[in-house]
């Protein structure tokens, strides 16, 4: 089954549904740079562009599904080269002009639109950010809840892919550190 289908017209489609598990065996470095690792060749697989516009390769990677709900990866994101992308869902969930597309901002405010609703799901949400953050998504799926149109897993699936982007985009530096520590201060 392609959980890609109707994403995006002009996009290569690449179905990758749980492809990406993260299970940390005590090494958060080396399991961070094993994930970063997995991703990187997974874009290295890419055909090559022929030029700008249609010549381009532009890839969308299907990478989780929660009930009728699809996170996506974006090739190429239009400000930055090499091997950056941009997180979408597949609904129009956020604010901002681009709806699909989740901004750290979006999920800080989601965050503590939680955390005033319900303070033990929030509690809860944040021990499984410590735990993503460490490279372990096993828990992810254990809180049932929705609110402001949107479910925590979905919000917590979102950190996930938003803690590799940063990875990539600033290994050298903190990576996924900066977003951590806004998250752990709402």
């Excluded at 740079?33 to 030029?51: H, P, S, T, W, Y």
């Excluded at 597309?101 to 405010?109: A, E, G, K, S, Y």
């Excluded at 550190?177 to 752990?184: I, T």
Aim: hydrophobic share 40%; proline share 2%.
């Amino acid at each position: 089954m392609n959980n890609c289908k109707n994403i995006r017209d002009e996009f290569d489609l690449i179905d990758k549904i749980d492809f990406f598990i993260q299970i940390n065996d005590g090494n958060f470095e080396q399991n961070r740079k094993i994930i970063r690792d997995e991703l990187v060749k997974l874009f290295q697989n890419e055909k090559a562009g022929q030029g700008k516009g249609s010549l381009s390769t532009r890839v969308i990677y299907c990478v989780e599904k929660i009930g009728n709900e699809i996170i996506y990866l974006k090739r190429p994101a239009p400000l930055n080269k090499g091997f950056d992308f941009e997180i979408h869902t597949k609904s129009k969930l956020f604010e901002g002009r681009v709806k699909s597309r989740p901004r750290h901002q979006d999920i800080l405010n989601n965050l503590n639109k939680l955390k005033m609703l319900d303070e033990t799901i929030f509690t809860n949400v944040q021990k499984i950010i410590d735990e993503i953050y460490l490279c372990n998504d096993k828990n992810i799926e254990s809180i049932d809840f929705q609110f402001n149109n949107l479910n925590v897993t979905i919000l917590l699936k979102l950190i996930k892919w938003l803690f590799l982007e940063q990875d990539i985009t600033y290994w050298s530096f903190s990576g996924r550190e900066m977003f951590y520590k806004a998250l752990k201060n709402v």
